[in-house]
């Protein structure tokens, strides 16, 4: 599998037929992986946070979610093949557990969302076994009696492929902070994908995600949240250009 060293993440450079097969091969194995997909927000998240960082030096596969990513890679060191955002995995990520009988777990998003997007892929890939699906409240990572639930609803359904809709970085951390003690063979944060999936939001045109505008797309779904996150916060990508210049 290549690796591309890309600014301040190495990326697992892959087409997405393969990242199923190593998805499939992580699940086989059982030891409690974890796959990220960065974009350029999480790149500047990455940056300045810590335990986002620690997480990722955790991840098992981490995939391109960006064209700007995959555009500017060749320019500092090595064209990554494609890019593979989690609400494209996510569908793939269905199909081949429907394939090989993977049970999954679907949690996060807006209260009945998670419970829809399941339905919604229950419908789309016949044989896929969502075992369970839960969207805890707004802030019960702050709660331990909260956490709790959400781990025992996890343990008792015994998934396979857990995947989470928290955005970044709170996905990320949950799931690196207790995924070994839900020995659970695969997890993975997937952000918006459940909103999408369920037809709560709409994504962007394929033609905007394949020229790099999915974000001027969300901006204008969502101004307020996303402003600060695109104008606000996601400029100093800018400056991580400027400071990794050498890896050219």
């Keep these: 599998m290549s690796k591309v060293h890309f600014l301040n ?15 499939d091969e992580l699940v086989k194995k059982r030891r409690c992986s974890f796959i990220v997909t960065p974009n350029v927000d999480h790149l500047v998240l990455l940056e300045s946070n810590q335990e986002l960082r620690d997480a990722y030096d955790r991840a098992d596969l981490v995939l391109a979610d960006g064209m700007p990513i995959v555009w500017l890679s060749k320019y500092y060191g090595e ?11 996510l569908p793939r990520l269905c199909e081949m557990a429907a394939q090989r009988g993977y049970k999954m777990f679907f949690l996060g998003a807006a209260p009945g969302v998670a419970e829809k997007a399941a339905e919604k892929m229950r419908q789309r890939y016949e044989g896929l076994q969502i075992v ?3 969207s805890p409240d707004i802030g019960f ?11 025992s609803l996890i343990k ?3 998934p396979d492929i857990l995947v989470v809709a928290f955005g970044c970085p709170k996905q990320e951390l949950f799931i690196n902070k207790y995924k070994d003690e839900l020995n659970i063979p695969v997890c993975m ?11 709560i939001k ?3 045109p394929k033609w905007m995600s394949n020229h790099g505008l999915e974000w001027f797309y969300r901006m204008w779904q969502e101004p307020g949240r996303m402003f600060k996150r695109y104008v606000l916060r996601d400029w100093r990508f800018l400056k991580l250009l400027w400071k990794y210049r050498k890896q050219k």
């Design 9 to 23: 993440v190495t990326i697992d450079s892959l087409t997405m037929d393969e990242a199923v097969v190593v998805a």
């Design 132 to 134: 369970g699906s839960f």
């Design 141 to 151: 990572e702050e709660s331990p009696d909260k956490i709790s639930q959400v781990k």
């Design 202 to 204: 709409k994504r962007a």
């Design 189 to 199: 944060g997937v952000g918006a994908s459940f909103d999408f999936v369920a037809g």
């Design 156 to 158: 008792a359904a015994n």
């Design 79 to 89: 064209k990554i093949k494609e890019k593979i955002s989690g609400s494209d995995f």
